[in-house]
């Protein structure tokens, strides 16, 4: 079971905007510690996509945007394409447990 | 360009030991503290333990602490996860990771490619 809570899966239309919502606690994302988003597609390497207070990587678009709300945090993708169909990671760190802890990924899923 | 590159999967049996091996390039090793991170096929992320920049600070996922240790060599740009003991459960994916900083909280930025253990009889 992981320590951050996402949706299984979201979907959308082209040009439509989904929200992909990471729930912690107090150990982690409610410690202050940044929240990354990852996203995934199968056998391919995870690419980070947004960090913090949406710090994007070159190359990432600005479609992909972070909301933070006490110990959840949100990835918005705005105009939604075809090529951003992939499984989407939450991370942060924990101090309990002393190491990074992922949400269970949710699946984008483009209509 | 960031390159992680593993090495050192494959089948072994259940109770026997596997060392993985991780060659970085395109960054100075020292300056960054290094991660394993394992995906069992079809199922999420998982953090397995991680390194600082300097060897003083090491840290195992509860699922593997006492059965796995890690270690690095700086001089070499390698990372390494010596596994013993292992368990059908520890069947998985596993990925070297690149923190975004020297100490261990720094978050993960690059990540290789993935070398895929099975453990089975």
């Known amino acids: 079971q992981s320590v951050l809570t996402q949706p299984p899966s979201v979907s959308g239309a082209p040009g439509q905007t989904v929200t992909i919502s990471c729930t912690g606690t107090?150990?982690?994302?409610?410690?202050?510690?940044?929240v990354q988003w990852f996203q995934h597609l199968p056998g391919s390497a995870p690419k980070l996509i947004v960090s913090?207070?949406?710090d994007r990587p070159s190359g990432v678009p600005d479609r992909f945007s972070v909301s933070k709300s006490g110990t959840s945090v949100s990835l918005a993708i705005a105009g939604l394409q075809a090529e951003d169909e992939a499984d989407y990671y939450c991370?942060?760190?924990?101090?309990?447990?002393?190491?990074?802890?992922f949400g269970a990924g949710t699946k984008v899923t483009v209509l | 360009e960031v390159q992680l590159v593993e090495s050192g999967g494959g089948l072994q049996q259940p109770g026997r030991s596997l060392r993985l091996s991780c060659a970085a390039s395109?960054?100075?090793?020292?300056?960054?503290?290094m991660h394993w991170v394992r995906q069992v096929p079809g199922q999420g992320l998982e953090w397995v333990s991680g390194?600082?920049?300097?060897?003083?600070?090491?840290g195992y996922a509860d699922s593997v602490k006492g059965r796995f240790t890690v270690s690095r060599d700086n001089a070499k740009n390698s990372l390494y996860l010596e596994m013993n003991s292992l368990r059908v459960v520890d069947t998985a994916i596993y990925y070297c990771?690149?923190?975004?900083?020297?100490?261990?909280?720094?978050?993960?930025?690059?990540w290789g490619q993935g070398t895929l253990v099975t453990v089975s009889s």
């Open positions: 990771v690149r923190g975004s900083g020297p100490h261990r909280p720094a978050h993960p930025d690059y």
């Open positions: 395109g960054f100075i090793l020292e300056d960054f503290a």
């Open positions: 390194i600082s920049w300097n060897n003083d600070d090491l």
């Open positions: 107090s150990s982690n994302i409610g410690a202050h510690f940044d």
């Open positions: 913090g207070d949406s």
């Open positions: 991370q942060s760190y924990d101090t309990t447990l002393s190491g990074f802890v």
